[in-house]
């Protein structure tokens, strides 16, 4: 499994592991049923604490994206498709709703930033 983890980055390594992982799963790269890498293993590729991992996966077992069983490992869940869209619309909802407040503190207009968007959009 390929993740990249940035030791310059704020962002706590568990963090980007499990936010990796749940972006694989949410684009379909990962799919419900699929085993994830033993928290060893990954740990070990990734030269982080065994710590680490397994805080990655406790935080993604929380929210519903994997599930352990034991003795077996880690598996992708099976996830309602629309609770996870839902879930990744109120994540665009905060950092839309973000972009706008610097937007209108900077005095920047409603159309640059919509142009800004499609930008990005199009690099897609």
Known sequence: MDI???NSSDVPIYEQIKE???????????????????IRILAKNLRVSVIT????????EKE???E???AKGTYVAFKNES?????????????IETAVRIAKISSIEKGELEEILNI???EE
């Open 83 to 95: 609770l996870i869209r839902e879930e990744q619309l109120q994540r665009i909802d905060g950092l």
């Open 64 to 66: 519903g994206y994997v």
């Open 53 to 60: 991992t397994k805080n990655a996966y406790l935080e993604l």
């Open 120 to 122: 990005y959009y199009e």
């Open 4 to 6: 990249i983890i940035s």
């Open 20 to 38: 990796q992982i749940k972006n694989k799963i949410v684009s379909n790269e990962l799919k419900a049923g699929d085993k994830l890498p033993s």
């Open 68 to 70: 352990t069983i034991t």
